[in-house]
């Protein structure tokens, strides 16, 4: 039994690459109802509209949302793959990431950058811009803090059952400690309208060494944060 807590904070901070765009579909301000109907009548003319807009059916139409900035709330619960588990989804369902501070959300994509460059075996140097997504949050969720079996380093299979059974209970989330940043808390979303739509913050860069992230350099302020 995992008990709820409610989540209140004025910020979540979340890290992802620079080069996705906008989705059209999501930022306008057509009823969520018609999406299905408006993204088939226009992929007569452009048949890459789907890949866009990713998999709809994957988000109930009274959970979406809709409004200028709404990409960053729908596209990580319609882009899921197989072939990008995490902590709390095997790829089946989207989940929305974040930390309780800056330096929580750089370790954490830090972590699983480092991964990916290290298993397409890049070479050393300077990697892919990213910003930060900053949006509040006020939310009942479920509370795993404190609990080894959901905290291992490598190991997600427990993490991932205990989220899909919850998901499928209708859980809004789960709160739980960073495991890659001491002291940091980080909550994983299951639904696009459990918080408010992100501002963009800051750019940065990340350095890879061949090893691990060890240094990235903050676009705006011109500092670099090691690792």
Not at 61 to 79: C, E, K, L, Q, W
Request: proline share 6%; glycine share 8%.
């Amino acid at each position: 039994m995992v008990d709820t807590t409610r989540v209140e904070w004025p910020q979540t901070y979340r890290i992802i690459r620079s080069i996705h765009p906008p989705i059209d579909l999501f930022e306008d301000i057509a009823d969520p109802r018609d999406w299905e109907a408006l993204a088939s009548a226009e992929s007569k003319t452009n048949p890459r509209i789907w890949d866009s807009i990713g998999r709809l059916d994957l988000v109930p139409v009274d959970r979406r949302v809709t409004g200028i900035g709404a990409s960053y709330n729908m596209a990580p619960f319609t882009h899921i793959s197989l072939d990008r588990p995490g902590r709390f989804t095997n790829g089946s369902y989207g989940v929305y990431s974040a930390g309780n501070s800056e330096e929580v959300a750089i370790r954490e994509v830090a972590y699983h950058h480092a991964r990916f460059m290290a298993d397409t075996a890049q070479p050393v140097g300077w990697t892919s811009q990213f910003r930060v997504l900053i949006a509040p949050l006020d939310a009942t969720l479920h509370d795993v803090r404190g609990i080894p079996t959901y905290h291992h380093p490598t190991d997600y299979s427990a993490s991932q059952a205990l989220a899909l059974r919850l998901r499928a209970d209708g859980s809004d989330g789960i709160l739980y400690d960073s495991v890659r940043c001491a002291g940091g808390e980080c909550v994983g979303l299951f639904w696009p309208d459990v918080f408010a739509i992100p501002v963009q913050g800051d750019h940065y860069d990340f350095h890879w060494d061949g090893r691990s992230v060890d240094q990235v350099f903050n676009r705006t302020t011109r500092q670099t944060f090691l690792l």
